[in-house]
């Protein structure tokens, strides 16, 4: 017996696929790295089929990388070894929701809408917004962010407990309910963001948030992404508790209305939310309105009904397709850097400068408030011309990130693309991160090929 027959005996019914087109969907994710097929995938429905299948791989060295439903950007979920893709989106329970502790149990499965559907009933949210609907656990597992992180904070600061199943079959929880704690190690954030290569997140334990009274969002335009980019800075400094500042260039924005078939006004542009009470929004917002006078800005307009404010923010989370869309044929190559606010005017300008000499089009977007921004270049991933110039262009974003202090990933995660950094950025406590990997999984099992080269 060969051991995907040994496999099925652990797992029943159609829920081990050796087909095709199954295997062909769990080859890659959005990024444009070349994918590679898995040997089977497995889709488990609880905790004790995860520890059998982990079991199993680890007695007979069998790869086993983990799925949500795609939308990673770093290849991340690339099955680069072959072996098992676990598919965890039929684990999609929301377990528990405990509105007096503000907290709510997951299992991986559940994406992002999906949750916020159904603590909308009890006048909750989860507030990690990372454009995508997700999966849970794969935000976890990248430690995601997106629009809201200025105010709500990433995965990391909204985690409260894991249920994770190691390699060796073995399973931990590794925070509780509490809202802090001095007891041990805090496991807990050394498993977020560690992309499914120390265990498998099979419940997640998060903090969400009441849904405030005034939810108010703005768009504000400028003459000049650095003007802009001031702007931001200043409203923060301020401390101005804003809970979205987003910058989308004016030629972002012409693709944008041209798909979406809004009518924004097509510059420089800060896409904001205000969350609060009545009276402090409006404070907030005549605060802000007034600040952005003295950076240029010539126009600023509300979106306060609800259909206005999702296009607002389906228009900034689709930019990126917009693009793409006005470029048939071509992939985008997404930088992910993040700074300290203090250096974001130069980063930015020192990207726009960059792109320009690379001769490549794209944009740049970012959730500003909190220094991560996207610079993405269109490619064509079959010419090598167009691959020499974007890496080109990528690492001379991420080089200067770090010589001021910031990271070569802000959320997307270091999957595929990153791990040539991580020497730089990481030095000797690489090698501190690869004796926790090696300890955790002494067979290299999980993710193998993934975050840093082994």
């Not at 985690?159 to 805090?186: F, P």
């Not at 979406?260 to 402090?280: M, P, Q, R, V």
Request: charged share 20%; with cysteine; hydrophobic share 40%.
């Amino acid at each position: 017996m060969n051991l995907l027959e040994s496999l099925k005996q652990k797992i029943s019914g159609d829920r081990l696929s050796t087909n095709e087109t199954v295997l062909l969907n769990h080859s890659k994710d959005e990024s444009f790295h070349s994918g590679r097929l898995p040997d089977a995938v497995v889709f488990p429905k609880d905790t004790q089929e995860i520890v059998e299948v982990m079991k199993f791989a680890n007695q007979n060295n069998i790869p086993v990388t983990a799925f949500g439903v795609g939308s990673g950007l770093e290849g991340a979920a690339i099955p680069m070894r072959g072996g098992i893709s676990l598919d965890l989106q039929e684990m999609n329970k929301i377990l528990e929701i405990n509105p007096e502790d503000f907290l709510v149990r997951v299992q991986p499965g559940v994406t992002r809408k999906q949750l916020n559907k159904e603590l909308g009933k009890y006048g909750l949210f989860f507030s990690v917004d990372p454009g995508a609907d997700a999966t849970i656990g794969g935000m976890a597992a990248t430690n995601a962010s997106g629009t809201t992180t200025v105010r709500y904070g990433a995965m990391k600061d909204n985690v409260r407990d894991l249920e994770v199943v190691l390699a060796d079959g073995r399973v931990i929880r590794t925070g509780g309910k509490a809202k802090k704690s001095s007891s041990g190690y805090n496991l807990t954030e050394l498993f977020v963001g560690s992309e499914g290569t120390l265990g498998i997140f099979t419940e997640l334990t998060l903090q969400v948030y009441g849904i405030s009274e005034v939810i108010m969002a703005a768009r504000a335009v400028f003459p000049s992404v650095n003007h802009a980019v001031q702007a931001a800075h200043a409203l923060i400094t301020l401390g101005v508790p804003i809970a979205r500042i987003e910058l989308v260039e004016g030629e972002t924005i012409k693709y944008v209305n041209h798909v979406i078939g809004t009518n924004y006004a097509e510059g420089d542009s800060l896409f904001l939310e205000f969350h609060g009470i009545k009276g402090s929004v409006e404070t907030e917002v005549q605060v802000t309105k007034e600040l952005f006078t003295e950076f240029g800005c010539y126009k600023f307009e509300f979106e306060i009904d609800s259909l206005g404010r999702t296009q607002l923010w389906e228009a900034r989370h689709n930019s990126l397709y917009a693009l793409i869309h006005n470029n048939p044929g071509k992939q985008v190559m997404n930088t992910d850097v993040c700074v300290p606010l203090s250096k974001l005017a130069d980063a930015i300008e020192f990207t726009r400068k960059c792109m320009k000499e690379s001769e490549l089009q794209g944009d740049i977007i970012g959730h500003i408030g909190d220094g991560n921004f996207h610079a993405g270049v269109l490619i064509d991933p079959n010419n090598p011309y167009d691959m020499d110039r974007a890496n080109l262009f990528n690492e001379k974003i991420v080089n200067f990130a770090l010589s001021c202090g910031g990271t070569c990933t802000g959320e997307h995660g270091v999957g595929l693309g990153k791990m040539k950094y991580q020497p730089l950025q990481h030095g000797e406590a690489l090698d501190v991160m690869k004796s926790i990997k090696q300890l955790l999984d002494p067979n290299g099992i999980l993710n193998p090929g993934k975050i840093f080269y082994s």
